[in-house]
């Protein structure tokens, strides 16, 4: 079965500055990875996602995200940070199922 | 832009009773999914719907819940005899107008808000 792990519960940065999101997998064949990000009181918003191809995929608002499959890792970038990116940040993974596992989510906070 | 509807955003119901979650998937999608969160915490997988009938399901998705597809629009989440325990926000997500299921993004809906007293 798949599984997800995000393992920072908190990141802060400062407005201006790069910022990384951290999230590594586990799954038994080939990985389908989505980041989403959630506003206080909304739903998830689809980011990014990769699939096959290209490693370094772009998405949404500027972010980006590495793949790795040596470290199976799959962190979420973004060059210079936004105080309205402060939001709960979710990476998730599929195999061959239907089910999408999500990571526990790590906060971001961006401060003036 | 499309998107996901739910209503209704809030229900608050006694413990022992049913409730329905409606949503409104994406009008060309035809993979359907319900989730759920804890207090801002983990979403957890529920159950995924294909074919009028259920894909996948978690360990969560016991004998309590039911998904329906009643007609070309809706699709609901039944859960008989609410629990405590059963207080989340619940998310509807849709995605994939064809082919492979597995790569496409879910979009999800605005959620609602079960509370269980």
């Known amino acids: 079965a798949q599984s997800v792990a995000q393992p920072e519960d908190q990141v802060n940065v400062a407005e201006g500055n790069p910022l990384t999101v951290k999230c590594t997998y586990s799954?038994?064949?080939?990985?389908?990875l989505f980041w989403y990000v959630q506003y206080p009181n909304r739903g998830l918003q689809f980011l990014l996602k990769?699939?096959?191809?290209?490693?370094l995929v772009k998405g949404s608002y500027g972010f980006e995200a590495e793949f790795n499959k040596s470290q199976t890792s799959f962190h979420l970038k973004k060059p210079s940070a936004l105080v309205s990116d402060s939001a709960l940040y979710f990476c998730?993974?599929?195999?061959?199922?239907?089910?999408?596992?999500f990571g526990a989510g790590t906060r971001l906070t961006v401060k003036p | 832009e499309p998107e996901v509807t739910q209503t209704p955003s809030h229900q608050v119901t006694q413990m022992g009773q049913e409730v329905i979650l409606r949503c409104v998937p994406i009008?060309?999608?035809?993979?359907f999914y319900w989730y759920r969160q804890i207090l801002g915490q983990k979403v957890e997988f529920l159950v995924s719907?294909?074919?009028?009938?259920?894909?996948?399901k978690s360990e969560i998705f016991d004998d309590q819940f039911s998904v329906e597809r009643p007609d070309g629009s809706n699709f609901t989440l039944k859960i008989r005899s609410t629990k405590l325990e059963d207080s989340a926000m619940y998310f509807c997500?849709?995605?994939?107008?064809?082919?492979?299921?597995?790569?496409?993004?879910?979009?999800f809906g605005p959620g609602t808000r079960l509370t269980v007293t």
């Open positions: 990769y699939i096959t191809g290209d490693n």
């Open positions: 009008s060309n999608h035809l993979y």
């Open positions: 719907f294909y074919n009028n009938e259920i894909s996948e």
């Open positions: 997500a849709s995605s994939g107008p064809s082919g492979s299921p597995f790569t496409y993004e879910q979009y």
């Open positions: 998730a993974v599929r195999d061959s199922g239907n089910d999408m596992r």
């Open positions: 799954v038994s064949g080939n990985p389908y």
